[in-house]
């Protein structure tokens, strides 16, 4: 019941934030998901043995807003990240193993939970306004609805383990069933509010898109059960962590922005 009840307050509220909201604030909640995700992958590092830098925090709200007009580009950004994380482990840790494994960690933190996400800032803010507020809404219904889809599909027919290690609960079945669901809805949203996207594009898109999702969300299986716990955290009731929301479209999202930047959707 508590993952309905959080999934009927959230979308509403996200739904009106997307087509009704300022830029700003858009960003400010995509900084608020990549600093919580930060903060639950320190939690899977230090079950490890590996202590993330603090330093990480702002350098993953720079990695979000380098995709923000008016900051300085990811380009800029990544250097700064490799010197502010050397600079932070050369005085403030002594050589060990430890070290090596929190320096590589951070980094890849930083740009798992910063650099990812900032790709939804972009696929937001690339022009015209109102156009970067309906690639929004397809990236996240595409991805949403094919989650539901992949979840009742496999729920009721699922048989076959898709990968039994990492997901055990996950079917091919399961997988097709989310697939289908992905590209019927990048194909309705084709007709009803991108009629610019060619239909085999939508299909495309639709399709890449679901693909990406299960391999993000089987590589934030990998990582939680690498570290030996079930959720990335506990912040959203019946859901798990924010990682755990938000992994496919961490594969998605870069995908789609990589698209619509070189091929002006």
Do not use: C
Not at 67 to 92: K, M, N, W
Not at 127 to 153: H, K, N, Q, S, T
Not at 241 to 246: A, E, H, M, P, T
């Amino acid at each position: 019941m508590s993952r309905i009840l959080t999934a009927l307050v959230a979308v509403p509220l996200l739904l009106l934030l997307i087509l009704k909201g300022p830029p700003w604030l858009f960003l400010a909640l995509a900084l608020v998901f990549a600093l919580a995700s930060f903060w639950e992958l320190s939690r899977l590092a230090s079950k490890v043995g590996w202590t993330l830098f603090a330093v990480g925090y702002p350098l993953v709200a720079f990695s979000v807003a380098a995709f923000y007009p008016g900051f300085p580009g990811f380009e800029d950004t990544a250097i700064a990240i490799l010197l502010v994380v050397g600079l932070a482990a050369v005085f403030t840790r002594e050589p060990s193993r430890e070290t090596l494994g929190s320096v590589v960690a951070t980094v890849f933190a930083i740009l798992y939970s910063g650099a990812l996400l900032g790709t939804v800032v972009g696929l937001r803010m690339i022009p015209p306004e109102d156009l970067g507020r309906l690639r929004i809404v397809f990236l996240l219904a595409v991805m949403m609805v094919g989650d539901a889809g992949a979840y009742y599909v496999g729920r009721t027919f699922g048989r076959s383990p898709l990968a039994p290690v990492l997901s055990p609960k996950k079917t091919v079945e399961g997988l097709g069933g989310g697939i289908v669901f992905s590209v019927a809805t990048a194909v309705f949203l084709r007709y009803t509010s991108l009629p610019e996207l060619a239909l085999a594009t939508a299909v495309g898109l639709g399709l890449s898109m679901a693909l990406l999702g299960v391999v993000g969300d089987l590589f934030e299986s990998l990582l939680k059960r690498s570290a030996g716990i079930k959720d990335a955290s506990s912040l959203l009731p019946g859901h798990g962590g924010v990682l755990d929301r938000i992994d496919s479209l961490l594969f998605a999202a870069p995908f789609l922005f990589l698209y619509v930047k070189w091929a002006a959707l």
